[in-house]
């Protein structure tokens, strides 16, 4: 199975930096401008079968219009943005968890997915990817022949590996 995984080990300190940027912005800043700006990476889970690679990720609250998907030199790029609601006034919040701003995820692709066959489909909150696999890249399966090798001479052989 091939897993998807761009890996960043400094991931961890931009994420600290943003969890300390907030807390200041909290603390001591515009409070409007703490409750809006920040970036947050939605959970995926990816998985694959012998037909496709599939993502799934999640970003309730988001409009379809706010997210954006792509595929440039073997990287899948996912970029949204959840917006802040401007229907309660900022100062009658006791606590907000939830994360508000932009987000982009990227992902280096194997060179066995095919670019043309994406699909995007979004959904209850969960956008998924699926990403096909080029035909050359799909398991196949070849029938092994019992008997004399003798039995096949003269017979054509098809790419299936069976006798015709």
């Known amino acids: ?6 890996w960043d080990p400094f991931r961890e300190f ?3 930096q943003d969890r300390m940027n907030r807390l200041f912005r909290d603390s001591y800043g515009d ?3 703490a409750l809006t700006a920040s970036t947050f990476a939605p959970p995926v889970d990816v998985y694959e079968d012998e037909h496709n690679v599939t993502l799934k990720i999640e970003v309730p609250g988001i409009d379809e219009k706010d997210i954006d998907v792509g595929i440039e030199n073997n990287l899948l790029t996912v970029h949204g943005e959840r917006k802040f609601e401007k229907e309660e006034k900022e100062e009658n919040f006791r606590r907000v968890e939830r994360q508000y701003g932009s987000f982009t995820r990227s992902f280096t692709l194997p060179n066995t997915i095919d670019p043309e066959g994406v699909q995007a489909h979004y959904d209850k909150g969960i ?3 699926q990403l096909a696999k080029k035909a050359e890249a799909k398991p196949k399966q070849i029938k092994v022949n019992v008997g004399s090798e003798k039995a096949l001479e003269g017979k054509e052989v098809k790419s299936t590996g069976r006798a015709a």
Not at 1 to 6: E, H, P
Request: no cysteine; hydrophobic share 40%; proline share 0%.
């Open 1 to 6: 199975m091939t897993v998807l995984t761009r």
């Open 14 to 16: 931009s994420t600290l």
């Open 31 to 33: 409070h409007e401008e």
């Open 127 to 129: 956008l998924k990817i």
